[in-house]
């Protein structure tokens, strides 16, 4: 994983003496149980709402596309570079701040306090900003503070959430102390267990990282739903999870669900999912080939094989806009689109971030076609909307392929959040697949 490795002796050496000055009083019993009708719930699953991070911002809709495709880069950046050090553990790397896309509601503690955190399927560890922080970004909320709820405790250094930390260490008055490092930033502090609600659903004894020196996040903190055990659908023992995802310039949010609400009656497609044996939190897909209008692009089956080192391959993510290919791929793209768009060529990089636009018509009754785009997973052909894959920025008069390469066939490609919009995604940990269902999120 990515880390500043140079800083984590320091930071842990930090964090103790603070944690050792601290009255270890707040160390209380863990709250027994959920009461009858909160189980029944559980057992139900639940619906939780997802707004975009940039919706609550006075942002045209040219600037949130730039800013989308910003983070985007830069959540390829954090890919790439936990698979490198994944491979080569003792390579020191840089770490890129950067965000996920999708922020849910949340409360912990009893009584509750409100948070907010970014929904992230490319990690595990749930963390929030929490007292007495050493550096924390700027919140709304009050941060978290552990001596005020009568449902905290602390985790033990023998305990199997501490022994599945990738960096741990023990103090002795607060337990297991954790360094959890991403390509986009890391999180320093120590585990609790809490009592966590989502949509009113009482889960107590969730085990969640008390991050005391966070950086390069934006946010109170994040949820992980990745595959680990230390992430939220792993805790919870509830291995399916779905989400529908609003266009990105609409005001109504998306919905995440979790459990027997997650499940999917109709017309779906469903493709098996991988698994990066060097990086087993990420959700990989089988991408098979891409079609064109009616053109199958000449792409061979192994360019977005995943390979026995842990490179390559596709993950599907909802923290990256836009898709990246496989650079070889990526370039059969770009000029198929060419050939089969019947538009002027202009260069508009420095306003958009991205490779390819088309000039509009100066008259918008002239109608432009823009060829079909299918996705060809196995066992699954994936046909997107027009508006999953191009965007269009009025203020400049162009529309834009919504994709850019990945800088090398070796780096993982990504299926984005946009090429997602208004399909139900639906994750089965238990079957192994992904499976996507056409929906009107908006009315979800």
């Excluded at 800013?67 to 890919?79: D, G, P």
């Excluded at 022994?163 to 390509?183: A, E, M, Q």
Aim: aromatic share 10%; proline share 6%.
């Amino acid at each position: 994983m990515a880390s500043l490795p140079s800083l984590s002796s320091l930071l842990f050496l930090t964090l103790a003496l603070i944690l050792i000055s601290i009255s270890p009083a707040f160390s209380t019993p863990r709250q027994a149980a959920l009461d009858d009708h909160q189980d029944q719930l559980m057992k139900t699953g639940f619906k939780i709402t997802l707004n975009h991070i940039d919706s609550g911002g006075n942002f045209t809709n040219s600037e949130r596309l730039y800013r989308a495709v910003k983070r985007s880069s830069r959540r390829l950046q954090m890919f790439n570079e936990m698979v490198l050090t994944a491979k080569h553990p003792k390579l020191r790397t840089t770490v890129y701040p950067g965000h996920g896309e999708y922020l849910m509601n949340f409360s912990i503690g009893t009584p509750p306090m409100s948070f907010s955190g970014i929904m992230d399927t490319g990690s595990d560890l749930m963390w929030t900003q929490c007292q007495p922080c050493l550096k924390c970004a700027p919140q709304p909320n009050p941060l978290f503070d552990p001596k005020k709820s009568s449902s905290f405790s602390n985790v033990s250094c023998t305990s199997q959430f501490c022994r599945d930390l990738p960096d741990s260490d023990c103090n002795p008055f607060y337990g297991c102390v954790y360094n959890y490092t991403y390509g986009s930033g890391s999180t320093l502090g120590f585990l609790g267990t809490e009592t966590f609600t989502f949509e009113k659903v009482k889960v107590p004894k969730v085990t969640f990282g008390c991050g005391l020196y966070n950086l390069g996040f934006g946010t109170e903190g994040l949820i992980g739903f990745g595959r680990g055990p230390l992430s939220l659908v792993s805790q919870l023992g509830e291995r399916t999870f779905s989400y529908c995802l609003t266009y990105w310039n609409g005001t109504k949010p998306g919905t995440l669900l979790i459990g027997s609400h997650a499940s999917v009656n109709g017309k779906i497609k469903t493709t098996p999912l991988l698994q990066n044996p060097l990086i087993p939190t990420y959700y990989y897909l089988s991408l098979e080939g891409i079609t064109i209008g009616s053109t199958r692009l000449p792409v061979n089956k192994t360019t977005f094989a995943l390979n026995a080192d842990g490179s390559g391959g596709l993950v599907i993510d909802s923290g990256s806009t836009i898709t990246r290919l496989a650079e070889s791929a990526y370039n059969h793209v770009l000029d198929e689109f060419i050939s089969q768009v019947k538009l002027p060529l202009v260069d508009a990089r420095n306003s958009t971030e991205l490779d390819l636009c088309f000039k509009l018509p100066s008259d918008p009754s002239n109608r432009v076609k823009i060829p079909s785009l299918v996705f060809h997973f196995t066992d699954a052909d994936l046909d997107l909307p027009t508006e999953n894959y191009m965007f269009t920025y009025s203020s400049l008069g162009v529309t834009c392929l919504a994709m850019l390469g990945s800088g090398d066939d070796t780096d993982p490609s990504i299926f984005g959040n946009v090429q997602q919009q208004n399909f139900l995604v639906v994750h089965d940990l238990y079957k192994k697949t992904v499976s996507f269902m056409p929906t009107e999120c908006d009315k979800f």
